[in-house]
């Protein structure tokens, strides 16, 4: 069982800077694609970031690209998705996610595999 734990989030105004951070506890973190992904209100939730176990490797949502950054640290069991130049559409509440299967290079998260409870970032104009 992997328990993930999300923090980092606030209100922030356009075009400032948030860092969040997953904690996981359970075992195999370095053998596991780590992803992060957002539901703002009366949407579905969407695919935001992934990166491979190495840390070597990660994809993004075109609406983010070239101003958030995911990374890793298979030392202290820690994903990051750094924010820059935030937008009031990028409102909602953000979740880490854990593929449940140590194979496999896919970023395809399903219900089957563990997720964080969230974490609020509000971008107000």
Excluded: H
Aim: proline share 2%; with cysteine; hydrophobic share 30%.
């Amino acid at each position: 069982q992997v328990q993930l734990v999300e923090s980092g989030g606030g209100l922030v105004q356009a075009g400032d800077s948030l860092k969040l951070s997953c904690v996981a506890s359970g075992q195999f973190f370095n053998r596991r694609i780590m992803g992060w992904f957002r539901q703002a209100p009366g949407k579905e939730r969407e695919f935001v970031a992934g990166i491979t176990r190495s840390g070597i490797s990660s994809d993004y949502a075109d609406s983010v690209k070239g101003r958030f950054t995911i990374s890793r640290d298979n030392a202290k069991n820690t994903v990051y998705l750094q924010m820059n130049s935030l937008k009031p559409e990028d409102t909602g509440s953000y979740y880490c996610a854990a593929r449940k299967s140590l194979f496999g290079s896919s970023y395809d998260f399903s219900e089957e595999d563990y997720w964080g409870k969230g974490t609020l970032v509000t971008v107000s104009s």
